[in-house]
């Protein structure tokens, strides 16, 4: 059987066909931050993991490595985001990314397509931002239309290009002991950091990952596991999840249900970083409606050593890790690494 293997090697990057060009925004002002809310809870901020001062910690420091890789180099990371259709959520998120493209200096690409887009036409603009040499990372906001194949168009793009981390190959490197991926996906490599930014031990520890999912459970528990935690993933069909999680030093809960994992779930001074977002009926909110994680915050804040707020928790990281990644491929192009695959 062949090796797939996603290796990196030094020499001269073969530069892609030309491209339908797509034109590029830049931004150079920023808007002024917003003033913090109060927050809605009695949690001491001493348990609080602070995701987006964090992230925005990490901005600042890829903002950096962006104006020197211009002077250096005279290279500007380019993402390329393509949405289909005219979903509020995707588009939000379409515009959060773009946002933050401009904010660390990235050039920002985007493509909008119709619902109804023929699949072979998505396939068209993907290839055409493969062989771009101004764009570095590829983003399809997902959920796609029923009537095109994700997998096709998530297989399409160039694994050089990958920075969402989806690409098979680099998760087939993420899950093998003496290989490296690529990209690691953006949302897990999020919770990992903030782990680490936190000093939170991992190796030697046990570790419950509440949900399966190809976009977080799954690739969460394969990188706890490369840091020597011993990992137990939980799901719709495990007996006993509760009693399996109130072992767990460090609880990664992204199993999609509002605040299913209650205080009771959670071992005394536990770590606990919540992946979920959903939104929750509440008629004293102007929108109707507040934003819950997967996790019951107050009752698990109180067992917790550790927690992440939602929001303001994994989401901002999630951003945060895409621009580390296409910083990388960027990176990678500005050295003449050659990807062997």
Not at 38 to 56: C, F, N, Q, R, Y
Not at 81 to 86: D, F, M, P, T
């Amino acid at each position: 059987m062949a090796s797939l293997t996603c290796q990196r090697q030094m020499g001269a990057t073969a530069r892609p066909a030309a491209a339908r060009r797509t034109p590029v925004l830049r931004v150079v002002a920023q808007a002024a931050p917003a003033a913090p809310a109060a927050p809605s809870h009695s949690v001491p901020a001493s348990k609080l993991i602070d995701g987006k001062g964090i992230a925005d910690t990490i901005r600042s420091e890829i903002a950096t490595e962006v104006s020197a890789m211009k002077k250096q180099y005279g290279l500007t990371p380019g993402l390329a985001v393509v949405l289909v259709g005219a979903r509020k959520d995707s588009e939000t998120y379409v515009r959060s990314k773009k946002k933050a493209c401009a904010e660390v200096g990235f050039d920002s690409f985007g493509t909008d397509l119709p619902a109804d887009v023929s699949e072979e036409e998505l396939l068209k603009v993907v290839a055409a931002y493969n062989a771009d040499p101004r764009v570095h990372g590829i983003l399809v906001q997902l959920p796609l239309p029923k009537h095109i194949s994700e997998k096709r168009i998530l297989d399409a793009i160039s694994i050089e290009k990958d920075v969402d981390g989806f690409h098979p190959l680099n998760i087939g490197c993420l899950a093998m002991r003496g290989r490296d991926p690529l990209f690691v996906p953006c949302t897990p490599k999020g919770c990992i950091e903030l782990l680490e930014r936190m000093k939170v031990p991992i190796a030697g520890k046990k570790a419950c990952v509440i949900g399966r999912s190809n976009i977080v459970g799954m690739p969460a528990a394969l990188l706890l596991q490369r840091r020597d935690a011993t990992v137990t993933m939980v799901h719709s069909k495990t007996p006993d999840a509760k009693k399996i999680c109130a072992e767990a030093d460090i609880v990664i809960a992204a199993c999609g249900v509002a605040e299913m994992v209650t205080g009771d779930w959670i071992k005394p001074g536990a770590v606990v970083i919540d992946v979920g977002i959903n939104a929750k009926d509440d008629a004293t909110q102007k929108k109707g409606y507040r934003l819950v994680g997967d996790v019951e915050f107050e009752g698990a804040a109180a067992k917790a050593s550790l927690i992440t707020p939602v929001p303001g928790g994994v989401g901002p990281m999630t951003i945060a890790m895409l621009l580390q990644n296409t910083l990388e491929s960027a990176r990678r192009v500005a050295k003449g690494e050659k990807v062997h695959h």
